[in-house]
């Protein structure tokens, strides 16, 4: 595998001049080949798996993998669903900070792998995985400013993939869900498993867009966390292709952003009908963050709080993975329940 970057890669070189000394010892020993009975020489070759090379071009990192990785680490929960939806079990040595209940059909193939960290792992203790390639959700699993910068990854040998929500450059939609599935096939040589998960995944959405079809556009407020300033999906977010497949608005759909923080003045004029709760780990239970929302009297007339409509969605379900087809389907029944009747 090779990426842009240039400097020496430390432990892809030592593994890579280990094997080549090796190598160059049997051929040695062999006369170049090994024979056949009639003393015939046959020369030794490595079969490249059909499809490879792949090369990909990942958030300004271009990446050429001869071979599908065998060692893979991935941090945070969204990376490592969509590896396990593709069937990529054996192929993980590591996964990192969970932050919602994991699907119940890939419960145990997740449990199976080691956990590294709660939150991002140090870069030692991913190195001491000795994967080929680590995959992050977010960016801070490449922080620089942590010694996880992807130049660093690559300066020993290790190839990284960062997740497309945050490359930064535009808004986020559900092609780059399915471009994302489909690229992690590319990386490992399962393009046709990829191809039947973006099927299966379309099949959902378009389930739930056209049981809401033609029903009035409802007015949502993403509530991720604060209590002095509210932080929320903004415009850039996969969270407002979503509300929109679901047959709403996101109220902050004109934030710049992926998420940001807003007054609670903005939310009292923008008058949402329905709040759309993020659930994770480590920003308190959906219960306190309800109990605080109904709690503020400068909230006790939007719509949505005077009528408490709420509707939960782990945060893992509104990132670039596998779970955003499955927050359609919840957001489109917490919006237009009548259509589900």
């Known amino acids: 595998m090779s990426q842009s970057f240039t400097p020496a890669r430390t432990r892809g070189f030592l593994r890579a001049t280990a094997a080549a000394v090796a190598l160059s010892s049997v051929l040695l020993t062999t006369g170049c ?5 009639s003393g015939t020489a046959v020369k030794a070759t490595a079969a490249v ?9 990942n958030c300004g990192v271009r990446t050429t993998y001869d071979t599908p990785p065998s060692r893979v680490v991935t941090i945070h929960q969204h990376p490592a669903e969509l590896m396990l939806a593709l069937g990529l079990k054996d192929r993980m040595v590591g996964t990192a900070f969970p932050d919602s209940a994991v699907l119940p059909e890939l419960k145990k193939d997740y449990e199976a792998i080691p956990e590294l960290a709660e939150r991002e792992p140090s870069f030692e203790k ?3 995985a000795e994967p080929e390639l680590v995959y992050g959700g977010y960016g801070s699993a490449f922080a620089e400013n942590e010694g996880r910068s992807r130049k660093a990854f690559a300066d020993a040998g290790i190839d990284t993939h960062l997740n497309r929500e945050y490359c930064g450059k535009k808004r986020v939609t559900m092609k ?3 471009d994302e599935i489909r690229t992690i096939g590319r990386i490992f040589g399962v393009p046709d498993r990829a191809e039947k998960l973006v099927a299966d995944l379309e099949g959902r959405v378009g389930k739930a867009v056209t049981e809401v079809e033609g ?3 409802v007015r949502v407020f993403v509530y991720d966390s604060g209590d002095k300033s509210a932080f929320t999906a903004g415009g850039k977010s996969l969270g407002t292709e979503l509300i929109r497949l679901a047959g709403g608005e996101n109220v902050f759909a004109d934030l710049d952003d992926v998420f940001g923080d807003v007054s609670w003045e903005q939310v009292v004029e923008r008058r949402p009908e329905v709040i759309a709760v993020y659930d994770y780990a480590g920003a308190g239970s959906v219960e306190q963050k309800k109990k605080f929302l109904l709690s503020q009297p400068a909230l006790a007339d939007v719509p949505a ?3 408490e ?3 939960v969605l782990p945060l ?11 927050a359609v389907d919840d957001l489109a029944r917490g919006l237009h329940p009548e259509s589900f009747r």
Not at 33 to 37: I, K
Not at 49 to 57: E, H, I, K, N, S
């Open 33 to 37: 080949g090994s024979s056949d009975e």
């Open 49 to 57: 798996p059909a499809g490879f090379p792949v090369t990909v071009d």
């Open 126 to 128: 991913i190195l001491d």
């Open 176 to 178: 780059d869900t399915y």
């Open 215 to 217: 029903e009035p556009e």
């Open 305 to 307: 709080v005077r009528n």
């Open 309 to 311: 409509r709420f509707v």
């Open 316 to 326: 893992t379900a509104t990132l670039v993975g596998i779970r955003s087809a499955y």
